[in-house]
């Protein structure tokens, strides 16, 4: 009974381990990616005036 606790306990330490590993491991794109939702303005191209997607040319 012991020893299926303890196995138990390093389960969970392992998986524990391994979530925070890869939190630790996500590179620059992760991160980008899960920073903005859709619906965020600054997720979007910037517009001009007018409303389309800007190419930084005045209207």
């Known amino acids: 009974m012991a020893k299926q606790q303890i196995s138990r306990q390093q389960e969970l330490t392992e998986r524990t381990r391994r979530e925070q590993d890869a939190e630790r491991n996500q590179d620059f794109g992760d991160q980008a990616a899960s920073a903005r939702l859709p ?21």
């Open 39 to 59: 619906d965020d303005p600054k997720a979007m191209a910037p517009r001009d005036a007018i409303g389309r997607p800007s190419t930084g040319e005045p209207v």
